[in-house]
């Protein structure tokens, strides 16, 4: 057996490097269009920021574990092709703003249509609308010689942050398709670290919309609880002592329970309105409404915060510096796509405010980027004054300290440990009065903060009601 993925990305090199290191025997070819990545991928200084992964990369690396460029040959070198690329929102036409662009799926069924011969079995890891593997099988069918296939759907629940832990010990791998031969294939390879009780196996349909489903309510729970944070806000009741009276329900459970400034990520807002296309389309609107909500309660969320922030600091920001603490879409990740800080931050941007930010991982380069496209318009045009605005008025830190030196105010936007971990004497010694300081993550001590002078407004906790009480 031998194995080909092509996309390097976030899913498919986390994921073939677990497979490689549990299967030394096995060789795993990872392939990309794209030099600099592969380039990364071969270096000290990996294109993606994941906790373990370097050393289960290190492990595996030049033993049976290669990452190149070359897609035609590796695809026909091998016996198993996945599927791992980007499947991001169409910006265009038919379905803009909801459906999954699937071109990049496409042009791959095409290549190992024609980089192939004898028999593949072909995985979908990317999360794909229902039914892509129909599109599939007809372009293989269609363009293919001499090949004969087998599509599964395989996705990937990895979460970002904990991959490699998700990858070692997942709750369950999700295997759909029609020959039981491919599955029993697929099969055999995570059984090789992954008890057999966790390997699920489905229909093709059922494992494509599983995936879409997964997500669409984990987003949902995170967006309940935001809902109620507003409440929350409002009444003087306080989110977290909510989530936790709710979350030891057993039927509720725990997790995904914390509010926050809304979530983020490649995968929730992409992966909903897909769900949303598809209930449109199969004409059931009010199931699509149902859904959208989530997102529209997102939006909403984010907006809120920096509502609150301009509020609360009486009614302007103008010219103001905010230290911005975090950018990611949320910790122990370089990953900024859809992260609720891009705009929260071009909103502010929008009031005038200054912004100095600093992340632990994200570059300076990504953030400019990030706001740029959050200020570009569907025609992809943006406006000198907002050029001007991220121009002149972001300022990128090299830490804590430097983002909010001099600040009026800091916003807290990704849970990054290291923010629990500063001196906050110092900082409130380097800040004007009052000293703001609004926490998008619930995630520092606000009792302490309150006691060395900061003003501390939190998602979910009524300040003024605090205040008033002591
Ligand atoms: C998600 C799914 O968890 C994973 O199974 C799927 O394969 C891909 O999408 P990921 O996007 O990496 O993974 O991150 P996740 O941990 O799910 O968080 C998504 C967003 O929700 C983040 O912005 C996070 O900050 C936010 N979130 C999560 C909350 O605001 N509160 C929570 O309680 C949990
Ligand atoms: P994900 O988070 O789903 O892994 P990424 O965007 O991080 O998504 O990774 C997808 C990768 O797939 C990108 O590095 C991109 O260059 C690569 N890619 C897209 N289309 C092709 C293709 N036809 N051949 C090879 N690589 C591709």
Redesign the pocket.
């Known amino acids: 057996m031998k194995i080909c993925c092509i996309g390097a990305g976030y899913v498919g090199g986390p994921t073939m490097a677990m497979i490689a290191k549990q299967c030394p025997d096995i060789p795993v070819h990872v392939v990309d269009l794209n030099q600099a990545r592969i380039d990364a991928w071969n270096s000290e200084e990996l294109p993606i920021y994941e906790p373990g992964l370097h050393e289960v990369v290190k492990e595996a690396r030049g033993r049976n574990l290669t990452f190149s460029t070359q897609v035609d040959a590796a695809i026909e070198d091998s016996d198993m092709v996945f599927i791992s690329v980007n499947t991001p929102t169409k910006t265009y036409g038919i379905g803009a703003g909801r459906a999954a662009n699937l071109e990049f799926v496409e042009k791959c069924a095409r290549q190992i249509a024609r980089s192939s011969s004898g028999h593949k079995i072909v995985v979908e890891k990317s999360t794909l609308p229902v039914r892509t593997a129909q599109a599939v099988k007809r372009i293989l069918s269609s363009e293919a010689k001499d090949l004969t296939f087998d599509v599964l759907s395989n996705p990937?629940?990895?979460?970002?942050?904990t991959a490699i832990d998700d990858l070692l010990d997942p709750d369950r791998v999700l295997i759909g398709g029609e020959s039981q031969r491919a599955i029993d294939a697929l099969s055999e390879i995570y059984a090789r670290w992954i008890p057999r009780e966790r390997i699920l196996t489905t229909n093709l349909w059922s494992s494509e919309l599983s995936k879409l489903t997964?997500?669409a309510f984990?987003?949902q729970?995170?967006s309940s609880?935001n809902a109620i944070s507003a409440l929350c806000e409002a009444t003087g009741a306080d989110v977290d002592e909510v989530a936790r009276a709710i979350g030891t329900d057993s039927r509720i459970g725990p997790?995904?329970?914390?509010?926050?400034i809304?979530?983020?990520?490649?995968?929730?807002q992409k992966d909903i309105l897909n769900l949303v296309y598809l209930c449109e389309h199969f004409g059931l609107p009010e199931v699509a409404a149902y859904w959208e909500q989530v997102v529209t309660m997102n939006d909403h969320q984010k907006q809120r915060f920096s509502e609150r922030i301009v509020k609360t600091m009486f009614n302007t920001v103008s010219d103001k510096k905010i230290g911005v603490w975090g950018f990611a879409?949320?910790k122990d990740t370089n990953d900024t796509r859809e992260?609720?800080a891009i705009y929260i931050c071009r909103d502010l941007l929008r009031e005038r405010a200054r912004l100095t930010i600093y992340d632990p991982r994200v570059s300076e380069k990504q953030i400019r980027s990030d706001l740029t496209y959050a200020c570009t318009d569907a025609n992809g045009q943006i406006s000198a004054s907002d050029q001007e605005m991220i121009a002149n008025n972001v300022t990128i830190a090299r830490d804590g300290y430097e983002a909010t030196s001099e600040a009026h105010a800091i916003a807290v936007l990704t849970?990054w440990n290291e923010f629990k971990e500063l001196d906050f004497e110092r900082v409130y010694q380097s800040m004007l009065r009052p000293a703001f300081l609004f926490d998008g993550r619930n995630l520092l001590d606000h009792d302490r903060l309150e006691s060395i002078g900061f003003e501390v407004h939190a998602i979910g906790k009524s300040s003024q009601r605090r205040r008033a009480e002591d």
């Open positions: 990937e629940f990895l979460a970002e942050g997964a997500n984990l987003a729970r995170v609880i997790k995904f329970l914390k509010s926050s809304g979530f983020g990520g490649s995968c929730f879409f949320k992260s609720a849970e």
